[in-house]
């Protein structure tokens, strides 16, 4: 059930991502004067994503601790879609509170239009990894072979740390 509303959240929040992105991009190269209500139907993009999303990592990160929350919702996702989302939002992050100074010298586009890029791409990949999650939690290994929980470091049988690759090989 949760699968069945992963799909199409998944697929908004690509398509969510995309054209802010690309809106940004275009208007940065100064091929494209976006229309006065764009924040709007962005923000009103991601509230229709990031609801389901928040059922969907509800889901994810029922049986975590709070501190795990997002290593919980992420883990069906490959490492270099969890780095690409710190990344991005550390960029966005960074962008937003670069001196006002720097920006005034050219007219840059209002950085206010990637913030809801964040909000798309957590949704992605929290969708994707519930996609994957089933898959991921069930083929978790420590080192001697046995299957272990989905987040533990060390195996409950043999205390042998969990393979390093178990995480990621079976999600790519
Ligand atoms: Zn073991």
């Not at 929040?13 to 139907?41: D, K, V």
């Not at 100074?101 to 519930?130: E, H």
Request: net charge positive; aromatic share 14%; charged share 15%.
């Amino acid at each position: 059930m949760a699968k069945i509303v992963a799909f199409p959240v998944m697929a908004l929040a690509a398509l969510g991502m995309l054209l802010c992105l690309g809106s940004y991009l275009f208007e940065f190269a100064g091929l494209y004067s976006p229309p006065q209500n764009r924040p709007l139907i962005l923000f009103l993009g991601v509230f229709i994503v990031w609801f389901p999303t928040i059922f969907l990592m509800n889901r994810l990160t029922a049986d975590f601790k709070q501190k795990d929350m997002w290593k919980a919702a992420l883990r069906g996702c490959p490492s270099w879609m969890q780095t690409s989302l710190w990344v991005l939002v550390g960029v966005v992050a960074l962008l937003a509170f670069l001196p006002l100074a720097l920006r005034a010298q050219r007219a840059y586009p209002d950085i206010f239009v990637l913030f809801p890029v964040c909000f798309y791409a957590a949704s992605f990949c929290v969708t994707y990894s519930l996609i994957n999650a089933e898959k991921h939690d069930s083929t978790r290994r420590c080192l001697n072979g046995h299957t272990i929980s989905p987040m533990a470091r060390f195996c409950e049988e043999c205390g042998a740390p969990a393979a390093p690759d178990s995480t990621n090989s079976a999600s790519i």
